[in-house]
Nanobody, 127 residues
Framework: QVQAAESGGGSVPAGASLRLSCTAS????????MGWFRRAPGTEREGVAC????????YYSDSVKGRFTISRDNARNTLYLQMNNLKPEDTAIYYCAHAASCNNWWQLVNNQRIQSWGQGTHVTVSS
């Protein structure tokens, strides 16, 4: 049973923009905080951004703050990540995941326990 599907990745030059989408099942989406994490080859999972269920609260890692914007459409069970001014260090596979709250979400990331049921979407940024 697929619970999430990420899309929107691609290969772009530095400075370009991409918009990622994550469509999740209603069971996955309802009442949960949602976020994006990424993983580059040979590295650990890195939290990128998290948004509360209502969408009122958003949180970003320092590495993407001011460049990325997370948003959600609860009516469509869809999570977004608008990525502007992309840099080569943003190259990774991007995944969406949910948690009880963004505080919980970041804890799972920091403990390397965050998981996604999707296959992720590849983002490659060339210099």
């Amino acid at each position: 049973q697929v619970q999430a599907a990420e899309s929107g990745g691609g290969s772009v030059p530095a400075g370009a923009s991409l918009r990622l989408s994550c469509t999740a099942s209603r069971k996955t989406f309802d009442d949960y905080a949602m976020g994006w994490f990424r993983r580059a080859p040979g590295t650990e999972r890195e939290g990128v951004a998290c948004i509360s269920w209502s969408g009122d609260d958003t949180y970003y890692s320092d590495s993407v703050k001011g460049r990325f914007t997370i948003s959600r459409d609860n009516a469509r069970n869809t999570l977004y990540l608008q990525m502007n001014n992309l840099k080569p260090e943003d190259t990774a596979i991007y995944y969406c995941a949910h948690a009880a709250s963004c505080n919980n979400w970041w804890q799972l990331v920091n403990n390397q326990r965050i998981q996604s049921w999707g296959q992720g979407t590849h983002v490659t940024v060339s210099s």
